[in-house]
Protein backbone atom coordinates (compact mmCIF):
# COMPACT_ATOMS: atom_id res chain seq x y z
CA UNK A 1 0.00 0.00 0.00
CA UNK A 2 2.93 2.35 1.18
CA UNK A 3 4.31 2.28 -2.86
CA UNK A 4 1.23 2.86 -4.17
CA UNK A 5 1.04 6.26 -1.73
CA UNK A 6 4.44 6.87 -3.10
CA UNK A 7 3.51 6.36 -6.90
CA UNK A 8 0.07 8.89 -5.92
CA UNK A 9 2.51 11.29 -4.48
CA UNK A 10 5.39 11.04 -6.95
CA UNK A 11 2.75 12.30 -10.22
CA UNK A 12 0.67 14.72 -7.54
CA UNK A 13 4.22 16.68 -7.00
CA UNK A 14 5.80 16.14 -10.62
CA UNK A 15 2.01 17.94 -11.65
CA UNK A 16 2.56 20.64 -9.10
CA UNK A 17 6.45 21.25 -10.51
CA UNK A 18 5.38 21.30 -13.90
CA UNK A 19 2.77 23.73 -13.16
CA UNK A 20 5.08 26.20 -11.40
CA UNK A 21 7.72 25.52 -14.16
CA UNK A 22 4.98 26.66 -16.76
CA UNK A 23 3.75 28.93 -14.75
CA UNK A 24 0.40 27.71 -15.23
CA UNK A 25 -0.53 26.87 -11.85
CA UNK A 26 -4.12 28.37 -10.09
CA UNK A 27 -4.53 31.69 -9.03
CA UNK A 28 -5.89 31.14 -6.03
CA UNK A 29 -3.08 30.80 -4.04
CA UNK A 30 -5.38 28.07 -1.35
CA UNK A 31 -6.34 26.16 -4.35
CA UNK A 32 -6.49 22.37 -3.98
CA UNK A 33 -5.59 22.20 -7.83
CA UNK A 34 -2.57 21.88 -9.59
CA UNK A 35 -3.62 23.62 -12.69
CA UNK A 36 -5.77 26.67 -13.33
CA UNK A 37 -6.62 25.00 -16.93
CA UNK A 38 -9.89 22.33 -14.91
CA UNK A 39 -8.37 19.91 -18.11
CA UNK A 40 -4.71 19.91 -17.60
CA UNK A 41 -5.50 19.61 -13.61
CA UNK A 42 -7.74 16.43 -14.75
CA UNK A 43 -4.98 14.67 -16.34
CA UNK A 44 -2.64 14.91 -13.57
CA UNK A 45 -5.68 13.85 -11.60
CA UNK A 46 -5.90 10.82 -13.24
CA UNK A 47 -2.63 9.67 -13.62
CA UNK A 48 -2.20 10.45 -10.15
CA UNK A 49 -4.79 7.33 -9.37
CA UNK A 50 -3.72 5.32 -12.73
CA UNK A 51 -0.50 4.96 -11.65
CA UNK A 52 -1.35 2.25 -9.29
CA UNK A 53 -2.50 -0.26 -11.86
CA UNK A 54 1.57 -0.71 -12.76
CA UNK A 55 2.64 -0.49 -8.92
CA UNK A 56 -0.23 -3.31 -7.51
CA UNK A 57 0.96 -5.65 -10.48
CA UNK A 58 4.62 -4.93 -10.07
CA UNK A 59 4.28 -5.72 -5.92
CA UNK A 60 2.20 -9.22 -7.11
CA UNK A 61 4.70 -10.50 -9.15
CA UNK A 62 8.37 -8.99 -7.06
CA UNK A 63 7.32 -8.63 -3.35
CA UNK A 64 4.20 -11.44 -3.45
CA UNK A 65 6.32 -14.07 -5.83
CA UNK A 66 2.81 -14.56 -7.91
CA UNK A 67 1.72 -13.81 -11.58
CA UNK A 68 0.68 -10.38 -11.61
CA UNK A 69 -2.52 -11.57 -13.29
CA UNK A 70 -3.78 -13.30 -10.36
CA UNK A 71 -4.53 -9.81 -9.39
CA UNK A 72 -7.03 -9.54 -12.38
CA UNK A 73 -8.73 -12.50 -11.78
CA UNK A 74 -8.73 -16.42 -10.77
CA UNK A 75 -7.38 -17.33 -14.17
CA UNK A 76 -4.45 -15.32 -13.94
CA UNK A 77 -5.81 -12.69 -16.70
CA UNK A 78 -8.45 -10.06 -17.31
CA UNK A 79 -11.32 -11.78 -19.06
CA UNK A 80 -11.92 -9.31 -21.87
CA UNK A 81 -15.14 -11.75 -23.19
CA UNK A 82 -16.63 -11.23 -19.78
CA UNK A 83 -16.10 -7.72 -19.35
CA UNK A 84 -17.58 -7.22 -22.25
CA UNK A 85 -20.88 -9.32 -21.11
CA UNK A 86 -20.79 -7.21 -17.92
CA UNK A 87 -20.42 -4.01 -19.90
CA UNK A 88 -23.64 -5.02 -21.63
CA UNK A 89 -25.22 -4.89 -18.58
CA UNK A 90 -23.70 -2.31 -16.59
CA UNK A 91 -23.30 0.66 -18.84
CA UNK A 92 -27.61 0.59 -19.33
CA UNK A 93 -28.02 0.20 -15.96
CA UNK A 94 -25.83 3.30 -14.76
CA UNK A 95 -27.03 5.55 -17.52
CA UNK A 96 -30.75 4.99 -16.00
CA UNK A 97 -29.58 4.96 -12.84
CA UNK A 98 -27.74 8.54 -12.83
CA UNK A 99 -31.11 9.53 -15.21
CA UNK A 100 -33.11 8.63 -12.14
CA UNK A 101 -31.20 10.50 -9.89
CA UNK A 102 -30.38 14.03 -12.03
CA UNK A 103 -34.56 13.92 -12.73
CA UNK A 104 -34.83 13.22 -8.91
CA UNK A 105 -32.66 15.96 -7.78
CA UNK A 106 -33.22 18.25 -10.84
CA UNK A 107 -35.55 20.84 -8.43
CA UNK A 108 -32.93 20.96 -5.81
CA UNK A 109 -29.85 21.82 -7.90
CA UNK A 110 -30.25 21.51 -11.74
CA UNK A 111 -27.12 19.95 -13.66
CA UNK A 112 -24.86 22.17 -13.70
CA UNK A 113 -25.85 25.47 -11.97
CA UNK A 114 -23.15 25.06 -9.60
CA UNK A 115 -20.70 25.00 -12.84
CA UNK A 116 -19.56 28.01 -15.32
CA UNK A 117 -21.91 26.64 -17.93
CA UNK A 118 -20.93 24.91 -21.46
CA UNK A 119 -17.36 25.74 -22.52
CA UNK A 120 -17.34 25.67 -26.20
CA UNK A 121 -16.80 22.36 -28.49
CA UNK A 122 -13.37 22.30 -28.77
CA UNK A 123 -12.63 22.55 -24.95
CA UNK A 124 -15.50 20.22 -24.47
CA UNK A 125 -14.32 17.78 -27.01
CA UNK A 126 -10.69 17.61 -25.77
CA UNK A 127 -12.01 17.06 -22.33
CA UNK A 128 -14.12 14.15 -23.40
CA UNK A 129 -11.12 12.83 -25.08
CA UNK A 130 -9.01 12.96 -21.60
CA UNK A 131 -12.03 11.37 -19.85
CA UNK A 132 -12.17 8.08 -22.33
CA UNK A 133 -8.26 7.54 -22.56
CA UNK A 134 -7.83 8.17 -18.62
CA UNK A 135 -11.20 7.13 -16.84
CA UNK A 136 -10.89 3.66 -17.66
CA UNK A 137 -7.44 3.15 -16.03
CA UNK A 138 -8.05 5.51 -13.09
CA UNK A 139 -11.57 4.03 -11.63
CA UNK A 140 -9.14 0.06 -13.03
CA UNK A 141 -6.68 1.17 -10.42
CA UNK A 142 -8.95 1.47 -7.89
CA UNK A 143 -10.37 -1.86 -8.15
CA UNK A 144 -7.19 -3.35 -8.67
CA UNK A 145 -6.22 -1.51 -5.86
CA UNK A 146 -9.01 -2.22 -3.00
CA UNK A 147 -10.95 -4.78 -4.72
CA UNK A 148 -8.35 -6.93 -6.09
CA UNK A 149 -4.31 -6.42 -3.84
CA UNK A 150 -5.74 -5.23 -0.55
CA UNK A 151 -8.57 -8.16 -0.16
CA UNK A 152 -5.94 -11.09 -1.66
CA UNK A 153 -3.75 -9.77 0.92
CA UNK A 154 -5.91 -9.06 3.70
CA UNK A 155 -7.51 -12.74 2.76
CA UNK A 156 -4.42 -14.58 3.42
CA UNK A 157 -3.84 -13.92 6.63
CA UNK A 158 -7.55 -14.66 7.46
CA UNK A 159 -7.83 -17.18 5.60
CA UNK A 160 -11.24 -16.15 4.57
CA UNK A 161 -12.07 -13.15 2.10
CA UNK A 162 -14.94 -11.65 4.15
CA UNK A 163 -12.75 -9.94 6.43
CA UNK A 164 -10.77 -8.49 3.93
CA UNK A 165 -14.18 -7.04 2.02
CA UNK A 166 -15.25 -5.52 5.11
CA UNK A 167 -12.03 -3.77 5.67
CA UNK A 168 -11.25 -3.06 2.10
CA UNK A 169 -14.48 -1.41 1.73
CA UNK A 170 -13.83 0.88 4.79
CA UNK A 171 -10.91 2.14 3.10
CA UNK A 172 -12.17 2.60 0.26
CA UNK A 173 -15.07 4.94 1.48
CA UNK A 174 -12.51 6.74 3.76
CA UNK A 175 -10.25 7.36 1.14
CA UNK A 176 -12.64 9.35 -0.51
CA UNK A 177 -12.35 11.87 2.07
CA UNK A 178 -15.05 13.11 3.95
CA UNK A 179 -17.96 15.27 2.75
CA UNK A 180 -21.76 14.12 3.41
CA UNK A 181 -22.74 11.43 5.80
CA UNK A 182 -25.05 9.82 2.62
CA UNK A 183 -22.01 9.88 0.35
CA UNK A 184 -19.48 7.72 2.75
CA UNK A 185 -22.79 5.47 3.58
CA UNK A 186 -23.46 5.05 -0.56
CA UNK A 187 -19.42 4.13 -0.18
CA UNK A 188 -19.15 1.89 1.45
CA UNK A 189 -22.63 0.34 0.45
CA UNK A 190 -21.45 -0.05 -2.94
CA UNK A 191 -17.96 -1.25 -2.16
CA UNK A 192 -19.03 -3.72 -0.10
CA UNK A 193 -21.76 -5.38 -2.90
CA UNK A 194 -18.67 -5.05 -5.36
CA UNK A 195 -16.66 -6.69 -3.11
CA UNK A 196 -19.46 -9.09 -2.98
CA UNK A 197 -19.34 -9.55 -6.93
CA UNK A 198 -15.23 -9.93 -7.36
CA UNK A 199 -15.17 -13.57 -4.75
CA UNK A 200 -18.86 -14.54 -6.71
CA UNK A 201 -17.34 -14.20 -10.40
CA UNK A 202 -13.52 -14.83 -9.65
CA UNK A 203 -12.66 -11.84 -10.75
CA UNK A 204 -12.16 -7.46 -11.11
CA UNK A 205 -13.86 -7.42 -14.27
CA UNK A 206 -17.43 -7.13 -13.28
CA UNK A 207 -16.87 -4.07 -10.86
CA UNK A 208 -14.24 -2.08 -13.39
CA UNK A 209 -16.65 -2.07 -15.55
CA UNK A 210 -19.37 -0.26 -13.06
CA UNK A 211 -16.75 1.77 -11.70
CA UNK A 212 -15.59 2.75 -14.96
CA UNK A 213 -19.47 3.46 -16.30
CA UNK A 214 -20.04 5.89 -13.33
CA UNK A 215 -16.77 7.82 -13.41
CA UNK A 216 -17.24 8.37 -17.32
CA UNK A 217 -20.78 9.40 -16.84
CA UNK A 218 -20.04 11.83 -13.78
CA UNK A 219 -16.73 13.25 -15.77
CA UNK A 220 -19.30 13.73 -19.29
CA UNK A 221 -21.36 15.50 -17.41
CA UNK A 222 -19.21 17.92 -15.42
CA UNK A 223 -17.10 18.57 -18.55
CA UNK A 224 -20.17 19.38 -20.60
CA UNK A 225 -21.52 22.05 -17.66
CA UNK A 226 -18.29 23.05 -17.06
CA UNK A 227 -17.81 21.67 -13.47
CA UNK A 228 -14.32 19.66 -14.10
CA UNK A 229 -12.98 22.38 -11.27
CA UNK A 230 -15.28 21.15 -8.89
CA UNK A 231 -13.44 18.92 -5.79
CA UNK A 232 -16.50 17.41 -5.04
CA UNK A 233 -16.54 13.25 -5.03
CA UNK A 234 -18.60 10.97 -4.58
CA UNK A 235 -18.40 10.93 -0.60
CA UNK A 236 -20.57 14.13 -1.01
CA UNK A 237 -23.28 12.77 -2.65
CA UNK A 238 -26.85 13.48 -1.62
CA UNK A 239 -29.19 11.22 0.08
CA UNK A 240 -31.17 10.76 -2.75
CA UNK A 241 -28.10 8.98 -4.47
CA UNK A 242 -27.57 6.45 -1.78
CA UNK A 243 -31.26 5.80 -1.85
CA UNK A 244 -30.78 5.18 -5.72
CA UNK A 245 -27.48 2.80 -5.35
CA UNK A 246 -29.67 0.86 -2.47
CA UNK A 247 -31.79 -0.72 -5.28
CA UNK A 248 -29.36 -0.49 -8.32
CA UNK A 249 -25.99 -1.70 -6.25
CA UNK A 250 -27.63 -5.32 -5.76
CA UNK A 251 -29.79 -5.32 -9.06
CA UNK A 252 -26.42 -5.03 -11.08
CA UNK A 253 -24.35 -7.34 -8.35
CA UNK A 254 -27.00 -10.20 -8.48
CA UNK A 255 -27.61 -10.39 -12.41
CA UNK A 256 -24.43 -10.31 -13.32
CA UNK A 257 -23.49 -13.05 -10.69
CA UNK A 258 -26.67 -15.07 -11.95
CA UNK A 259 -25.41 -14.34 -15.86
CA UNK A 260 -21.60 -15.88 -14.42
CA UNK A 261 -23.45 -18.85 -13.09
CA UNK A 262 -25.35 -19.79 -16.37
CA UNK A 263 -21.91 -19.14 -18.02
CA UNK A 264 -19.97 -21.17 -15.62
CA UNK A 265 -17.23 -18.12 -15.22
CA UNK A 266 -14.55 -19.87 -12.91
CA UNK A 267 -14.79 -18.19 -9.27
CA UNK A 268 -11.85 -19.96 -7.82
CA UNK A 269 -8.14 -20.87 -9.08
CA UNK A 270 -7.99 -23.97 -11.65
Given at each position: ???????????????????????????????????????????????????????????????????????????????????????????????????????????????????????????????????????????????????????????????????????????????????????????????????????????????????????????????????????????????????AELVFAPLYCLTVARIAGRRGIERVSP
Amino acid sequence: MGLVVAGVLVVSIGGFVLAELLDAGPADADSDLFFEDPVADLVVQLLGIAIAIPIVLWGARVIGRRPAGTVSSVVGRLRWGWLGRCAAVGFPLMVVQIGVLIAWTWNDEPVGESGSGFPGWPVFLLSLAVILALVPFQAAAEEYVFRGWLVQVIGRVARTPWPAVAVASLLFALAHGFGELSGFLLLLYSALWWGWLVIRTGGLEAVIVMHVANNLLAFGLAAGFGELASTETAADAPWQAMVAELVFAPLYCLTVARIAGRRGIERVSP
